[in-house]
């Protein structure tokens, strides 16, 4: 029954974390849960080395936004609110960070006392109380990790992956909600899955405009690596000009794969996804470490 200080001081451990969230949001946008991911090399061509992923509490439905520079989460936080909130006909009401520069900024808390938005904070290196966002952190990265190892794709092509994991898992099923998807969830209406196709594989793109004489080719060999939102539509790489094309006339065979190594090209496997994450202290520092994965 006596205090011992010396047990304290050489034996104190962390207090365990509740297996079961003790809130679920009732309603979508009660409750986001934010959280900002990178460094990620190598960057993607357009100079990508982070991405902002929010959820949705309630229906778990994910937006993404790829980053140049942490001081662009602002920005893209407030266009994923306003598209959302517009979507749904109802106002943000709270969101859950970590401890982070970019969620803890003066211009940041003043926008958020101004519009109601009550914003939770985790305590400094206990990334479990925003579990929900962590959680899905890790799924979206290993599937991109997994796209890209599959076909062989370079580790430039991190941005496109990550988007497109994203898009599948809001269409996919999840434990979190019975007998429906994050997009039935969100949107209210099933999700179309018949025009998924599998990423990195090579496919045959539709010459289209002028200039196609009467003995040229028809269709381009490009690689597959995403679906254009607010498009039907598929993004495809070509790889002589080094350009994105926006296609629906497209041919996929799905079972190849294009040789990368064969454009002189570093070694897909060895450098793809090589996240360094960041965990701050309470004094405002610093700490980097590398992804134990």
């Known amino acids: 029954?006596?205090?011992?200080?010396?047990c304290a001081l050489g034996k104190q451990h962390r207090f365990p974390f509740p297996q079961?969230?003790?809130?679920?949001?009732?309603?979508?946008?009660?409750?986001?849960?934010a959280d900002l991911c990178g460094k990620i090399k190598p960057s993607t061509a357009g100079g990508k080395n982070y991405f902002l992923l929010i959820v949705d509490d309630h229906s778990r439905y994910m937006w993404i936004e790829l980053l140049t520079t942490k001081d662009e989460a602002f920005r893209c936080f407030k266009k994923i609110q306003a598209l959302a909130e517009t979507e749904r006909e109802c106002k943000l009401?709270?969101?859950r960070s970590d401890r982070g520069g970019e969620f803890n900024s003066?211009?940041?808390k003043q926008y958020c006392d101004e519009r109601g938005v009550k914003h939770f904070t985790t305590t400094p290196y206990t990334p479990q109380q925003n579990g929900v966002v962590e959680r899905r952190n890790r799924t979206?990265?290993?599937?991109a990790r997994c796209l890209l190892k599959s076909k062989g794709v370079p580790g430039e092509f991190w941005g496109e992956a990550v988007t497109t994991a994203v898009y599948l898992l809001n269409r996919a099923p999840t434990k979190s909600l019975q007998g429906?998807?994050?997009?039935?969830a969100w949107h209210n209406r099933k999700p179309k899955v018949h025009h998924l196709r599998t990423f990195g594989c090579i496919t045959y793109v539709k010459i289209v405009g002028p200039g196609v004489s009467k003995l040229s080719d028809r269709s381009t060999k490009m690689v597959f690596v995403g679906y254009e939102i607010g498009t039907k539509g598929y993004r495809l790489f070509d790889l002589v000009t080094r350009k994105l094309h926006i296609s629906r006339d497209v041919i996929f065979e799905e079972s190849k794969a294009w040789e990368w190594t064969q454009e002189g090209r570093a070694d897909p496997v060895t450098s793809v996804l090589d996240v360094e994450f960041y965990t701050v202290a309470e004094q405002g520092t610093t700490t980097k470490t590398k992804d134990p994965e």
């Open 140 to 143: 979206v990265v290993e599937m």
């Open 20 to 33: 079961v969230a003790n809130y679920r949001a009732e309603k979508p946008l009660d409750l986001v849960h």
């Open 180 to 184: 429906r998807t994050p997009f039935e």
């Open 1 to 6: 029954e006596e205090f011992c200080d010396g």
């Open 106 to 108: 003066i211009e940041f």
């Open 93 to 95: 009401r709270a969101f």
